[in-house]
C-alpha cells in the first residue's frame, strides 16, 4: 500500500473508466502517489482527493452507497483539497432530476435536465443533447486551479445535465450551450467541474497540475 503522506486519491465506486484520469494525475503529479481506491479508509487517510463519475446519477450514488464510501467522501469534501468531475460534481448538490434522486448535500442547489426548448445555437440550428465535445469555460473569479489557464479556454464536455446552485458565491466557471450554465463551482477546499480535465489536453493538464499544488 502507498503511503498516505502525500497520497492523492481517486475514489473508485465502480462507475466510468477511472484509468485516464489516473494517468493524467500522474503525468502532473512529479512522483507523488497515485492511486485508485475504493477502500474508504484510504480516502480518508489522503491528502488530496478526486472524485470522478460517469454514468447516471441515481446508479452513481446507489453505488457510492453500496460500497460504503458516502461519509468518506464527504468528509474529504469538508476537509481537503478536493476535486469533482462530471458526475462528481453534479453528486456534490442536493437533488437531481435525473432518476429524481437526493445528492450528497455539500452545497445547496439542483442538477437539471437541458430544456429541449432551448436547445437551440445561434443560427437557429438545434443543439443535440446531450452536450458532447469542446466548449469554453469562461471564470467568473479568480482561483488558484485557473491558473495559466486562458479565460474562455476549451474544455470536453459529456453531459445531458447541469448544475443550478443556490448560492452563486460558488460559481467559478460559466459555459453556454443554448443558456449559459454553471460549468465549475469553487468554496474552499472544494473545486469541481463538469468537463472533463483528463481528456482537455494542454488545459486540462495544467488544472490538474494547479490542484496538486493547490494549498487551500
Same mark, same amino acid.
Given at each position: 500500500?502507498?503511503?498516505? $503522506?502525500?497520497?492523492?486519491?481517486? /475514489? @473508485? =465506486? ?5 484509468? *485516464? +484520469? ?12 497515485? +492511486? ?7 480516502? %480518508? ?10 454514468? *447516471?446519477?441515481? @446508479? ?12 468518506? /467522501? ?20 442536493? #437533488? *437531481? ?33 446531450? #452536450? ?5 469555460? &469562461? #471564470?467568473? %473569479? *479568480?482561483?488558484?486551479?485557473?491558473? @495559466? &489557464?486562458?479565460?474562455?479556454? %476549451?474544455? =470536453?464536455?459529456?453531459?445531458? =445535465?447541469?448544475? !443550478? ?5 460558488? &460559481?467559478?466557471?460559466?459555459? !453556454? ?7 465549475? /463551482?469553487? #468554496? !474552499? ?10 481528456? $482537455? ?7 490538474? $497540475? ?7
Amino acid at each position: 500500500m502507498a503511503s498516505a $503522506s502525500g497520497l492523492i486519491v481517486v /475514489v @473508485d =465506486y465502480g462507475m466510468g473508466n477511472l484509468r *485516464s +484520469v489516473w494517468q493524467a494525475l500522474v503525468r502532473v503529479a512529479a512522483g507523488r502517489d497515485v +492511486v485508485v481506491t475504493p477502500d474508504p479508509a484510504l480516502v %480518508r487517510a489522503a491528502e488530496r482527493v478526486v472524485f470522478p463519475g460517469q454514468g *447516471s446519477m441515481p @446508479d452513481c450514488m446507489r453505488e457510492l452507497d453500496a460500497r460504503g464510501l458516502r461519509q468518506a /467522501v464527504v468528509e474529504a469534501a469538508r476537509s481537503k483539497p478536493f476535486l469533482g468531475i462530471c458526475i462528481g460534481l453534479q453528486m456534490l448538490f442536493e #437533488h *437531481s432530476e435525473e432518476g429524481d434522486v437526493a445528492g450528497l448535500g455539500i452545497f445547496p442547489g439542483r442538477v437539471r435536465r437541458f430544456p429541449a426548448e432551448k436547445m437551440l445555437a445561434p443560427n437557429g440550428d438545434k443543439l443535440k443533447v446531450p #452536450h458532447m465535445g469542446w466548449n469554453e469555460v &469562461i #471564470h467568473t %473569479r *479568480s482561483h488558484a486551479l485557473w491558473n @495559466d &489557464i486562458d479565460d474562455g479556454a %476549451r474544455f =470536453y464536455f459529456v453531459h445531458s =445535465y447541469y448544475v !443550478d446552485p443556490v448560492d452563486p458565491a460558488c &460559481i467559478a466557471g460559466t459555459t !453556454d450551450y443554448g443558456l449559459p450554465f454553471t460549468s465549475v /463551482v469553487a #468554496h !474552499d477546499n472544494i473545486f469541481a467541474l463538469q468537463c472533463h480535465p483528463e481528456k $482537455s489536453a494542454k488545459a486540462g493538464l495544467a488544472l490538474l $497540475s494547479n490542484f496538486i499544488r493547490w494549498k487551500p
